[in-house]
């Protein structure tokens, strides 16, 4: 089956795969070269991926929806950080390394001495106290502020990892001219995830979710 996309390919998710990420993403594994991220590292991996798709999209003219009405273009103005075009076939590992600032809030660390900052607050605790006495009165000083996230970009939605990754696939699949039986052999053969949508009305909602999100991403929602 020829391919509509320059840069986009789909993603296979194996059982080794999957245990990972799973184990990953309910332990939160959020922490990568001193930043923290407010989301898994993997949601963050998949924005980058729909972003790219967005591009493909972009520059080969692809349409969708049930009669085609939908075409997008990459909102430059809200990516432009992101330098898209300049990583277009890079991996994100990469991407992710140099753009780490972007999304991941700045670890705590020890000072031996305080600058005056508007961004920053420092407590003084005896080390000797008990960490749930320390932390509780942290919150107690804290408890007027608000919490803000200091990340420019950051995950405003709510999805469930394994099914925005068949949406992923689903979508390069469909737009390469795949039917219903031939997405559904995929699916049960390359996401061994355990539950995969197979039913027709199943796929089309999945289809439809993730023409959604393609949509989205373009206009800088994820």
């Known amino acids: ?26 332990q939160r594994k959020n922490k990568f070269r001193g930043h923290f991220l407010d989301k898994s590292i993997h949601f963050y991996r998949m924005w980058w991926h729909f972003a790219r798709l967005v591009i493909d ?50 670890e705590v660390s020890l000072v031996k001495s305080g600058e005056a900052s508007s ?14 006495d320390i932390l509780r009165q ?20 709510q999805y469930k990892y394994f099914y925005l990754h068949q949406m992923y696939n689903c979508f390069i699949l469909r ?20 539950r995969v949508s197979t039913l027709d009305s199943s796929l089309r909602k999945l289809y439809r979710a993730g023409e959604r999100v393609v949509l989205d991403v373009a206009a800088g929602e994820f």
């Open 57 to 106: 999209c972009e520059q080969n003219d692809i349409r969708f929806g049930a009669k085609k009405e939908h075409s997008v273009k990459l909102n430059r103005k809200f990516y432009k950080d992101w330098e898209l075009e300049e990583y277009i076939d890079a991996s994100f590992d990469d991407w992710f390394a140099d753009k780490i600032h972007l999304f991941g809030e700045e």
């Open 175 to 194: 737009q390469n001219g795949a039917t219903n039986a031939e997405v559904r052999d995929w699916l049960q053969q390359y996401v061994e995830i355990g």
């Open 1 to 26: 089956m020829e391919s509509k996309f320059s840069h986009s390919k789909l993603i296979k998710i194996t059982k080794r795969t999957k245990t990972y990420f799973g184990a990953q993403i309910g």
């Open 119 to 132: 961004e920053h607050l420092y407590l003084r605790f005896n080390k000797h106290s008990r960490k749930e």
């Open 138 to 157: 942290a919150r107690l000083l804290l408890s007027d502020g608000k919490k803000q996230a200091s990340a420019k970009y950051q995950i405003q939605k």
